[in-house]
């Protein structure tokens, strides 16, 4: 099974990525932005809990994050593979992740790391806001907190993984199919 985790931080280009690589690889998505937004857009619970976290700019906690993803992971028991993007976010996530996928006998194979300067983020979420109408990315304070927190918090997850010898860079500014192509590469060279 493929199961590959895209990080990187806000507005690095994951979901862009993340799409490609299903198309080619025929993976599950599990993106918990998507998800939560999707919940927020029902008014769920679980949606109304997560909007109190993202009006804020931080992170949604761990328990809730990783009761998602199980249940995900057994709606899909017959998926080739899952691509997680935008988790895990911090090193407990990381953890329990491991955790799940080894007691499914499904382990990461890879984590493809987006690398992207700061300022260019923020330039291209805020961007992205505009287009997209979406609050989170329209706010230049919220903005920089999320990059914050991903600085702060997710950034570490690259050791993590890099300790396991899972962990690949690749450069997030670009043509979207070079990046892509080098993507692929990684890919190949681990699977």
Do not use: W
Not at 8 to 32: D, R
Not at 90 to 115: G, H, S, V, W, Y
Not at 119 to 127: A, E, G
Not at 153 to 165: C, I, Q, R, V
Request: aromatic share 6%; hydrophobic share 40%; proline share 4%.
């Amino acid at each position: 099974m493929l199961n590959l985790v895209i990080f990187g931080p806000p507005g690095a280009g994951k979901g862009t990525q993340a799409a490609k690589i299903i198309e080619k690889y025929n993976l599950v998505h599990l993106s918990t932005g998507d998800i939560l937004r999707i919940e927020k857009a029902k008014g769920t619970p679980l949606g109304m809990e997560a909007k109190e976290y993202a009006d804020k700019g931080i992170l949604v906690p761990d328990d809730l994050v990783i009761r998602i993803i199980a249940n995900k992971l057994d709606e899909n028991k017959n998926a080739v593979g899952f691509i997680f993007d935008g988790f895990p976010r911090t090193i407990a996530q990381a953890e329990a992740l491991d955790k799940m996928l080894i007691e499914r006998n499904i382990p990461i194979k890879a984590m493809l790391a987006l690398e992207v300067d700061d300022d260019k983020l923020q330039k291209r979420i805020l961007l992205r806001g505009k287009e997209s109408g979406r609050a989170d990315d329209a706010n230049p304070e919220i903005v920089r907190k999320r990059i914050d927190e991903y600085n702060l918090k997710t950034s570490p997850l690259k050791k993590y993984y890099t300790e396991k010898g899972k962990a690949h860079s690749v450069y997030g500014i670009g043509e979207i199919d070079e990046i892509f192509k080098e993507l692929c590469g990684v890919i190949e060279q681990c699977n």
